[in-house]
């Protein structure tokens, strides 16, 4: 049985969105065929959480050739909707005080539980529940479409700096 929505769908207007591509884009390094954000819809700083959305289209780099004829939104690019929407909340609130930016250092309990499509609207919402000041933050995250879970798990993100020469953080 999946789980309940970590924030209640009911209560987020897409008509009104907090930050739109502009905003995001000032935050998010991500450009051009990465870009995996239409818009951000909630924060609530007290409890780290977060939902945005995006507007999944046939113009997406990967409809052509995932699946031809039957496009079907791969799950590595609906963890990267997921990622991108923590990696916003970090940098724009320094969740972590370190980094130019938030990177992938893992994933658990991810689970696909439905298809997504271009046409579809994917709502995502992720809440962290912990941070390590200057090291990691772990976030829970959700997506639906049509009020219904299409995908879920755990996230780990780690500061990056630009600075190459810089030490990973690592556990």
Same mark, same amino acid.
């Not at 997921?82 to 923590?86: M, R």
């Not at 940098?91 to 005080?97: H, V």
């Given at each position: 049985m999946p789980a309940a929505p970590l924030f209640p769908l009911e209560n987020f207007d897409f008509n009104k969105p907090l930050y739109g591509i502009d905003h995001i884009r000032e935050i998010n390094p991500q450009r051009f065929e990465m870009e995996q954000l239409t818009a951000i819809l909630w924060v609530e700083e007290a409890t780290h959480s977060i939902v945005g959305y995006k507007d999944i289209t046939d113009k997406e780099f990967w409809v052509r050739g995932h699946m031809p004829e039957f496009a079907l939104m791969p799950g590595v690019m609906l963890c990267e909707v997921?990622?991108?929407?923590?990696g916003f909340y970090a940098?724009?609130?320094?969740?972590?005080?370190a980094g130019d930016f938030l990177g992938f250092g893992g994933m658990n309990e991810v689970r696909f539980r439905s298809p997504v499509f271009p046409g579809d609207r994917?709502?995502?919402m992720a809440k962290v529940t912990r941070v390590r000041k200057g090291r990691r933050a772990e976030f829970d995250f959700q997506g639906y479409v049509n009020n219904k879970l299409v995908f =879920?798990?755990?996230m780990i993100g780690v500061?990056? =700096?630009r600075d190459r020469n810089a030490a990973a953080l690592d556990e």
């Open positions: 997921a990622a991108q929407l923590a940098r724009k609130y320094d969740l972590l005080g994917l709502l995502v =879920s798990g755990n500061p990056i =700096s």
